[in-house]
């Protein structure tokens, strides 16, 4: 999912960011930012200044192999989640 403004979360936890990832980006003509801010998470079950436990970041996401991957996989079909969750997985995991 992709987001251009603040990621606002509600009776949430487990949630995981990452940087949009170049390899979608060069593919759709978007252009982003090195080092976009990914503190900027609104948390309305977490209300003190230190990090929200209930999410994280994650800077090195997929690679352009898996997006590659998984945009194929996808093209003309309605994968499962499953499905999707299987490759990330397998790929992630060599």
Request: charged content about 25%; some cysteine; overall charge negative.
């Amino acid at each position: 999912m992709s987001c251009s403004s603040r990621p606002v979360l509600e009776n949430s936890s487990g949630i995981v960011f990452s940087e949009y990832p170049s390899f979608i980006a060069r593919k759709v003509g978007i252009e982003i930012e090195d080092g976009q801010d990914l503190e900027m998470v609104e948390d309305f079950n977490w209300l003190r200044k230190e990090h929200s436990p209930n999410w994280r970041t994650v800077k090195n996401g997929m690679d352009g192999d898996t997006w590659s991957s998984l945009l194929t996989m996808m093209e003309g079909t309605s994968p499962s989640s499953d499905q999707m969750l299987e490759l990330v997985l397998k790929t992630s995991v060599n």
